[in-house]
Structures are given as C-alpha cells and as structure tokens.
C-alpha cells in the first residue's frame, strides 16, 4: 500500500522535472516516525536526484531543494511539498492514509507488506537455506543455537517474499566420535535393545558404560555424562585406540559398523527432531557429510582433469586460489593418507545440491570462523566453471559469550529451552499472570524461546554480544517479552469484541497518535526491503519495537471503552490491523504469538 502513496509522490516530483516517474518511485522512503512527530509522511533526498540525473542544479543544495519544492504541485494524496535540509517532505491527506492502508490490511492482512512492489526484485524463485548443522555426537553449542534461529529467519523472510524455500539442515555426521560411539557401543550396549526400545535404551541411565557412550549421541543428555565420555577417551589410551579402530571400519564401509552409526544417526534425528519442533523450527531436508564421502572422489578427478588441484610439497593435494598463481592463499582438498576435508565434502554437497534443487541462490549460516571456508568454496567453485557460485552467501554471526544454566557452562540445545521455560515460569508466577492460562508451560515456554531470539535478533549478527539471563527475560524494556506482551494484550482488547469490527467512517483516525501508528505502519515494506538485502533481523526487531511503543501509547490514549460508537469502531480497526502486522512481523522473525500471557 506505502506504493500507492509512494507512486502518487513520484507522479507529482516527475511532472515537475520532465521525468518518468517508475525511475523516481525507488527514490521515495516513508519518514521514520520518532519521538518528535513527523515533518511529513514520505521524502526523497535531493542530493539522490541529483546524482541520478533526475534533477539539474540550481546553485547550492539548499537552493535546488527550494527551486523544486515550488515547482512540485500537490493534488487529493499529497497535501503538501515541504522543503527541508536537502529533502523534500511530502504530507499525505490523512484521511486517505487511514482508509487505504486500513482497508488493504482488512482485505489482505497476510499480503500486507510483503507483497509490495518494493520487493518484487527480491523474488529470485528458488532459494535453499542451509542451517541449524549441528555435529551429531559433539555438543551442540549456543552457535548452533544462534545458526538455528538465524536462518529460520531467512528462510522465513525469503519465503514470505514469495520465493520457494528449501531447507537444509547438514549434519556433521561423520568423523572420530562415531568411533568413540562405536567402539563404547560393542563394549557396553545392547542390539536388541536398541533395536526394540531406541529411545528408552538411550536415557536408560543404570545400564552402566553403554549410556555413557551412547548418550554422547543424543542431543539431551546430560552434561556431565557427556563430559565424561570425552575425558575417558582423553585419559584412556585404548579407549582412543578402539574409537579409530571403529572408525576405519566406518571408512572402509564394513556393513556391521555402517549399521550402527545408521541407528545412532536416526536416532540422533528423532531427537533433534523433537527440539527443532519446541524451537518451532522445521526441515526440508536432513543432509550431512557422511552423504557425500563417495563423491568427493567425483570432485578431485574434475580438479585434475582441470588441471587445478596440485601436489604440495608435504604430499597434500591443494587448489591455489590466489589471484596471481602465487600459492599466497590455497586450500587443501586431500590430505596426504589419500582422506578427504571438511571442505572437499562441502564442494561435492554444493554440486550435488545445484544438481538435485537446481536453486537460483544458496546460503550457509554459520558463525564467523568459517567466512574464509566459505571464500574458498565459493572460489573453488568458481574455478571449476560454475558461474552460480555467484549466488552463493555466507551469512556470518559472531559469539555469544556466557550463555549458561543453573547447571553450568551450556553444552546442549534443549538445556537453553528448559532454563528460559522455568525461568518464565517464575517471572509469570511472580507477576500472577499465569492464572487463567491453559497451558502455562507451553506459554512460558514461547515467551522464553522469543526472549532469545529479540535478544540474538537485537544487533548486527556479525556482533559477539554477552548473555545475561535477567536482562534477556525482562518485561519491559525492548525485549521478547515485551513483544508478546503487546500481541497478548491486543489479543485480549480485540477479544472483548462480541460482534465483527466495521468500519466506513475514518475520520476518528486523524489524530497525532492514529497517525503515528498508519506513517509507521507505512514504512512495513520497507523494512522488509532492508532485511532481504543485508539479511539482518535487527530492522524488523527494531520496527516491531517502535510498533510496540506506539501500541503502548495508544492503548492509553485512544481508549475504545467509553467512546461512541464510530470512534471505537475506527480505532478497533486500527488495533486489529496493528495486531496482525505485529504478528505476523513476529512470526517472520521465528516467533510464535501467544494470546495470553
Ligand atoms: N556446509 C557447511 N559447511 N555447513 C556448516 C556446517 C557446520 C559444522 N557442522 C559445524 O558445526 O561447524
């Protein structure tokens, strides 16, 4: 809708200076709404026109603004040419602003923003999002945490954008540990229970060595048992000597051994499975290294037959990506046993997926120790002729540092969920907000899971940021909780309604505050546009927050009780177009509303 505005500010600055106004229409933004109100609705920065040749100058900035200003004529929509500090404001007649923008979000509350104009170039067809990738049998650390929720985001935004989303989760399903599960497994576990109750046989916790072994493999199990499983191998010699013996077996694919790590692996899913599903997070497919051991052997001969993988002096097998032949940056692809790398599986699972989802774009998430991993396969791929490397990204984020539960430093993922739940709990407990919920748990527990996610959302991703429990969790302040709140408390003004809110008569909505809430509601695209581009969550936090501020004021000073009734109609309409782009401004971000709270 903030188009029909837009195209109606660029008819009048085209007319003016004898241009088409498509060329000028990307040219317009809506005006932030801050502390202050407004000058105006939209603008356009003149020295932008300048540089797009769109306007000649006339003497100094100053001078140019005012010269156009005059020459722009208003019209029913645009109401007024303000100049100012080298823009040009446009006021919109509110009365319009109000009834268009009221009435498209009645129509099509989800279409709303995302179908904007705006973004139409960002509708690339397929994208494959690849994220979450935990190592199964190593601890699932707050990185994977932070991967996880990032790119749920993105595949969220991407698909809300119009595009068709694949969802790859690459599981580091490969490597030493499952020879440490392995060789503890043949020592202490048992086939037919593991056969007969998979699940129950992993948590049993009295059946001696095996679970120690195998709880290694699921992503719940506790600390300590963990801990334990990796310093016995440290401290134990033989311990170590049967993990690699178990592990050669699994290279040299001796069907007794592939059948076990096929159990744990499954296993492991199921598990993952059921924590994604708390995190309200799903998978297309469930990929990992072990998938592409074989073709990696494909992936070295196309690098001989191209002449680009050379022999190091040290009998490693390396690609020179310099730009001058120089060796000052390579990368190696087999190591000197003839093994393959973390890196040779990423380029043989690149190929593969461009073969099996024929994607228009790909992107990896992960944290920022593996940007120069991700330079160097895009580079690989490059060389080997595959121009869509092009539309490969890495999405990079920094650290989180303390992240940490009543139990100690925090090793897994379902730790964090039960730490924010119970910790929810005793706030709501305290503030005895949970009486009449049904599922106080379940609510507690997504009020926690979105205090994480504003918190992790906040800044710039590539930011390392400290962890604090209390401030994550507080209620006021720009906070998960405080989004929820605003949602349940819409909810709730939006429930007291018997009969369907109508509303012909705009005019209630034509004051400061009303207004506030339609010239942001105005900038929604906008944002959207942002977040497709750099792929960073914080201008849609940001914007949900300002939305939730505004909300705030205007529950106390558009009251709906006591007003006639045309008053409390229009101002219902505005609460409820406000709710579902609060809600659905949430959901993109990867979380779920709650009603009550
Ligand atoms: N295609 C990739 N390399 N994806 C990232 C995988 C992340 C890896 N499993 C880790 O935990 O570090």
């Given at each position: ?94 009365l319009l602003l109000a009834q268009k923008l009221l009435d498209q979000l009645r129509s099509d509350p989800?279409?709303f ?377 819409l909810c709730?003004l939006l429930r007291q309604q018997d009969c369907e809110i109508s509303c012909s008569d705009f005019s209630p909505l034509t004051?400061?505050?009303s207004?506030?809430l339609l ?39 558009l009251p709906v009780k006591g007003s006639s009734e045309a008053v409390a109609q229009a101002r219902l309409c505005l609460f409820s177009s406000v709710h579902s ?17």
């Open positions: 809708m903030a188009c029909f505005f837009r195209r109606s500010a660029a008819l009048q600055l085209a007319k003016a200076c004898g241009q088409n106004e498509e060329t000028l229409i990307p040219l317009i933004s809506v005006a932030p709404v801050n502390k202050k109100q407004s000058v105006a609705d939209l603008r356009v920065s003149v020295s932008h026109l300048l540089q797009s040749g769109a306007v000649r100058p006339d003497g100094d900035l100053q001078n140019t603004t005012h010269t156009l200003a005059r020459q722009i004529r208003t019209d029913a929509v645009v109401e007024e040419i303000i100049p100012g500090r080298g823009v040009i404001h446009f006021r919109l007649n509110k989800d279409g923003g995302v179908k904007s104009e705006i973004l139409r170039q960002l509708r690339v067809g397929r994208t494959l999002v690849e994220f979450s990738s935990p190592n199964i049998a190593k601890k699932f650390h707050a990185g994977h945490l932070r991967s996880t929720i990032i790119g749920n985001f993105i595949a969220n935004l991407k698909k809300a954008l119009g595009n068709e989303v694949i969802r790859v989760n690459y599981l580091g399903d490969w490597g030493m540990q499952f020879g440490l599960l392995g060789s503890g497994f043949e020592r202490f576990g048992s086939q037919e229970k593991l056969r007969t109750q998979p699940l129950e046989h992993l948590f049993e916790s009295s059946v001696g060595g095996c679970c120690v072994y195998l709880y290694g493999s699921a992503v719940c199990v506790r600390p300590q048992v963990y801990v334990q499983v990796n310093r016995e191998a440290e401290s134990d010699a033989s311990v170590r000597s049967a993990a690699a013996h178990f592990f050669r077996r699994l290279e040299q694919s001796e069907e007794q051994a592939l059948e076990l790590w096929r159990h744990f692996r499954e296993i492991t899913i199921h598990e993952y499975k059921r924590i994604y599903q708390r995190l309200g997070v799903e998978f297309d497919h469930y990929s990992g290294e072990s998938f592409h051991r074989a073709e990696t052997q494909t992936v070295l001969d196309e690098l001989r037959s191209r002449c680009l993988l050379k022999t190091s002096q040290k009998g490693t097998g390396v690609v020179d990506l310099s730009d001058k032949g120089d060796m000052s940056n390579y990368a190696t692809l087999v190591r000197s046993d003839g093994t393959s790398l973390y890196i040779t599986r990423d380029v043989a699972a690149a190929l593969d997926r461009k073969q099996r989802f024929s994607f228009d774009e790909m992107i990896y998430v992960t944290d920022k120790s593996q940007t120069m991993h991700f330079q160097q396969l895009f580079r690989i791929l490059q060389a080997m002729g595959h121009q869509w490397a092009g539309s490969c990204h890495h999405v990079a984020f920094g650290l989180v540092q303390g992240m940490s539960t009543r139990r100690g430093e925090v090793l897994f993922l379902e730790d964090v969920l039960e730490e924010a739940q119970s910790r929810m709990i005793h706030n709501m407990r305290q503030s005895r907000t949970s009486k009449e919920l049904e599922d106080p748990e379940l609510t507690a527990e997504r009020i926690g899971i979105s205090a994480l996610i504003v918190q992790d959302f906040k800044g710039p991703l590539i930011s390392d940021y400290r962890f604090e429990w209390d401030k994550v969790l507080q209620a006021q302040g720009d906070t998960g909780v405080f989004l929820q709140y605003t949602h349940a408390r709730s004051d400061s505050r207004v506030s010239q942001h509601l105005l900038r929604y695209d906008e944002v959207l546009l942002q977040c497709a581009t750099d792929l960073q969550p914080k201008h849609l936090v940001n914007f949900l927050m300002t939305l939730s501020h505004l909300v705030a004021s205007a529950h106390r000073e782009v609060l809600a659905n401004g949430m959901r993109i971000l990867g979380i779920t509303p709650v009603d009550k709270m």
